[in-house]
């Protein structure tokens, strides 16, 4: 039915566009002087069908679901709801739901076959009136349209301050995705601190989510503190840190200034492919290649390496910034002015000495945000952790131990059940809200730099 | 005073060359450190490439039992063949006459030679063509994971038998069917015509590869005109002010958010708040969306900032309005570059698998999806998902699928240098 919606929509536009551009023509060719051009008056139909009757069919797709469902609920007898959950209710409607799709298993209750009857029907409903609604205002908009067509119409005028106006909500949808980031989670987050106290998340020592879902289910009594997951996500985050920065700007410096352009057309893809691999693939890289390898590097000299430790992580991850770092560095040695660098070169300095001493003090600023960015990709890098990380929290520095982090934890959390009633869940809203907030603060700051950085030589 | 000058310009001097030697000494400690540096990167993405390719070559071939069979009519019923015993017909085929004349009693555990999806590769082949009920035809059935890796030579023989998943005796019956020509290594097209399956042999990408494609057209649909619009409104029409300059820091900073975030917001929002199906491309699609967005807005707005102002003046110039300049004339102008960009941007798009993890695109489903709302997986969910399965063929499976992405991505790439190359102007 969304298809028969889709395609009333379409072909209402195309009417509209064909009425109003027939409609013009017929009036120039009787003589009237008229404002605007025949295609803009089919413009204006076409566009004045489209935008209001899209909408309808959007929203109605979004919040039906809602709606039939909550219709669904208030039907079911008031006393097989009483005293259940917000888990056990959901049960319940996953069941009528599973009915109404012809999936019945065993024999259930008459109430619930009443309900997935009732499901079915408004679903029906909904559907046969939504394409009625969509013809409905699609009809209507064409007379609208029509109706307006006269010689001195300004059908350009129409025409553009409603491609205007879309175009404002299409820069306002931006803003809007900050909106719903921002507000999803603090929502979340906030129902989180009312299970769970503000104070034992932050300062918390101790992380073991894994608490009991339903009654029977045994399982920790469960803790929420989140100290050793940002601990362990700073370990690894250093780890790749200490890899990647001096590999990349010692790169970074090896092409700006002694490759020749030969060798610069051959490294410089090489490291965009580097920059190109999706996470995973570094993440089965991990796993696949170098946890193995340190493992039995650490067994032949004596040193205990866990099969799932950091190094591995943070080393591949440092090997995924390489070309991040790089990338910045060697956009900010090349937007150090020319002249400082002739002028270093010109009182007889080597290559070298004008790299250390000229150009890299004046290219700090951006190299400096650029680091900065890294960092913050480090943070909140998900696959690679998620695959050759540790899931089990720790209070450790030790980068041969196994860690866990932020956003392995918010994966492994989410995947599976996720009812939004309990702590274990919503705990991973809490983290993501932090990990969300430290990365802007990072990228707030090294943009702030970087912007900075180039108005000073621009 | 005037000596001491003289004497540090002096460039034969002892001091002045060990100077120099020092200073062309940390010179090529300098250049030696970047060559060690580069080659380091290049050794990384040499080895990641190796391992991938080693490993998963052997994925796209599947060793197959070729052999004459006839199709038992005692089994099923020509009018409805789909509901035949291909279980018994599979297992009749190991043991009547596969090993005729091979030495075996009936302590042998022939049937797993075969796949346990074998049966239904003999229920689709009989489907397709009721006719061969009765028939002796040539049936190619795969073999089970472990004999497909004997055979590939990737099970060792020497490890010692109790640890080996293969007794002796399995390993020698096999070894006969290889002698006899019963064996065929053919190249593994069920790897792209079936979707996933617990078993390794038969599992295959279909659904990924048709899921991944069902998100990007949503992430393209949604994230194209809109990142278009926003991009053409803050660089052509927008007034600089305050809210203007609050959108482009917040585009920048979006840019930067980690992907998980966004995962958390498609989770809460699509799916907790407005009721949308878990697993489905669709969502995914919209997920990955927000995230291209940045991307295609900030690639956009770079292609019309290169557009000359002469372009823009002479349009006005000759009466157009502002929005005939910038539809009429600089958007054509500026496309290769905003194609460039998008191009990229779904690319990414295509590798991102936080944010599907998340809206439960990780889900094992045995069927290609039909529509962008029914359940499936991804590309990169799929190999997170196999990457994790137990089971030794899935680890070549893993690179392979690695390997098809990786072309796909390469493709993309491709497509967008050849795009910049071919299109873009130099003012």
Same mark, same amino acid.
């Given at each position: ?218 399982? *920790?009594? =469960? /803790? ?10 700073? $370990?690894? @985050? &250093?780890? #790749? ?90 956009? *900010?040695? =090349? /937007? ?10 010109? $009182?007889? @300095? &080597?290559? #070298? ?106 | ?427």
């Amino acid at each position: 039915m969304t298809l028969v919606a889709f395609l009333i929509l379409f072909t209402a536009v195309l009417i509209g566009y064909l009425l109003n551009l027939r409609a013009a023509r017929a009036l120039r060719d009787g003589g009237a002087r008229m404002h605007s051009l025949d295609g803009f008056h089919g413009g204006y139909a076409a566009l004045m069908v489209l935008v209001p009757t899209f909408g309808l069919i959007i929203f109605w797709l979004l919040f039906q679901g809602s709606a039939i469902e909550f219709l669904v609920k208030r039907s079911l007898p008031a006393d097989q709801l009483e005293g259940k959950g917000v888990g056990e209710v959901q049960l319940i409607m996953a069941e009528i739901r599973s009915i109404a799709g012809g999936r019945v298993f065993g024999t259930p209750d008459q109430w619930k076959l009443d309900g997935a009857d009732l499901l079915v029907t408004l679903r029906a409903s909904s559907a046969w009136l939504m394409v009625a609604a969509t013809a409905a205002l699609a009809a209507f908009m064409l007379y609208v349209a029509r109706s307006r067509v006269a010689a001195d119409f300004r059908a350009r005028q129409g025409l553009e301050s409603i491609v205007h106006r879309l175009m404002v909500s299409c820069a306002v949808v931006a803003i809007f995705v900050t909106i719903g980031i921002v507000a999803s989670l603090s929502f979340e987050t906030f129902r989180f601190f009312q299970m769970v106290p503000f104070w034992d998340f932050v300062l918390g020592t101790s992380w073991e989510p894994q608490i009991p879902i339903r009654e029977e289910q045994i399982a *920790a009594a =469960g /803790a929420f503190g989140m100290l050793p997951v940002f601990l362990g996500t700073l $370990v690894i @985050a &250093t780890v #790749a840190m200490l890899i990647a920065t001096p590999i990349g700007l010692l790169s970074a410096i090896y092409l700006h200034e002694f490759a020749n352009t030969r060798v610069r057309a051959v490294f410089k893809p090489v490291l965009e492919i580097l920059a190109g691999v999706p996470t995973v693939v570094y993440g089965f890289f991990a796993i696949l290649v170098i946890a193995p390898a340190l493992r039995s590097f650490g067994a032949d000299f004596g040193i205990p390496i866990a099969s799932n430790t950091a190094l591995a992580a943070g080393g591949v991850m440092g090997i995924m910034l390489i070309p991040f770092i790089s990338s910045f560095a060697d956009d *900010a040695l =090349g /937007a150090v002015p020319r002249s400082l660098r002739d002028g270093s070169l010109a $009182v007889g @300095a &080597t290559s #070298a000495e004008t790299v250390a001493k000229v150009l890299f003090p004046a290219a700090i600023p951006g190299i400096v945000g650029g680091i900065l960015l890294a960092v913050s990709r480090a943070i909140g890098e998900t696959m690679i952790v998620v695959m050759a990380a540790g899931l089990i929290a720790k209070m450790t520095i030790n980068p041969l131990d196994s860690v866990t982090t932020v956003t392995v934890q918010i994966v492994t959390l989410l995947i599976g059940d996720t009812a939004f009633d309990n702590p274990k869940t919503l705990s991973a809203f809490a983290l993501g809200m932090v990990l969300f907030l430290i990365t802007l603060m990072i990228n707030v700051a090294a943009l702030r730099i970087v912007r900075k950085y180039r108005e000073i030589y621009d | 005073m005037t000596d001491s000058t003289a004497a540090r310009h002096d460039w034969a001097s002892p001091e002045f060359s060990a100077h120099l030697r020092k200073r062309k000494r940390s010179e090529f400690m300098l250049k030696s450190l970047g060559i060690g540096a580069i080659s380091i990167a290049f050794g990384a993405l040499a080895l990641l490439i190796g391992s991938l390719v080693s490993t998963g070559y052997p994925a796209f071939t599947q060793t197959h039992l070729v052999v004459e069979a006839e199709i038992d009519r005692d089994l099923m019923d020509p009018e409805n063949p789909r509901d035949g015993n291909f279980r018994q017909l599979a297992r009749d085929i190991v043991t009547n006459r596969v090993v005729l004349g091979a030495d075996t009693d009936n302590t042998d555990r022939l049937t797993d030679i075969l796949s346990n999806r074998a049966q239904f590769t003999l229920r689709d082949m009989v489907e397709a063509n009721p006719d061969l009920i009765g028939e002796t035809v040539e049936v190619r059935l795969p073999v089970a994971d472990n004999y497909d890796q004997l055979h590939k030579g990737m099970l060792d023989r020497d490890t010692p038998e109790e640890i080996r998943r293969l007794s002796d005796r399995e390993i020698e019956i096999f070894d006969q069917l290889v002698e006899g020509g019963f064996v065929a290594k053919p190249f593994n097209w069920a790897l792209f015509a079936n979707a996933d399956s617990r078993f390794p042999e038969v599992a295959g990408l279909k659904g990924a590869i048709i899921g991944s494609a069902y998100a990007l057209l949503v992430c393209f649909l949604l994230s194209f005109p809109v990142g278009i619009g926003a991009a053409i409104y803050l660089e052509e029409f927008a007034p600089k002010n305050r809210i203007s300059d609050l959108i482009e820091i917040n585009i920048n900073n979006l840019a930067a958010v980690p992907s998980v975030v966004f995962g958390l917001l498609g989770l809460a929002v699509f799916i907790g708040w407005f009721g949308m199906p878990r697993s489905v491309p669709f969502v995914g699609g919209m997920t990955l969306a927000l995230m291209t967005l940045p991307t295609i807005i900030i690639a956009t707005r770079a292609a019309i900032k290169s557009v000359p102002p002469s372009i823009r003046e002479a349009a006005l110039g000759v009466g157009a309005s502002k929005q005939q300049v910038v539809f009429g004339h600089v958007l054509p102008l500026a496309m290769p570059g905003i194609l460039t960009g998008t191009i990229i941007g779904l690319a990414q798009a295509l590798g991102e698998t936080a944010p599907l993890l998340l809206i439960g695109m990780n889900a094992f489903i045995t069927s290609a999806p039909g529509t962008p709302f029914d359940s499936s997986t991804a590309l990169p969910t799929q190999i997170f998902i196999w990457a994790d399965s137990p089971e030794r063929g899935f680890v070549s499976r893993t690179s392979a699928a690695i390997l098809v992405l990786l072309t796909f991505l390469i493709t993309m790439n491709a497509i967008a240098i050849f795009l910049r190359q071919k299109f873009q102007r130099k003012w």
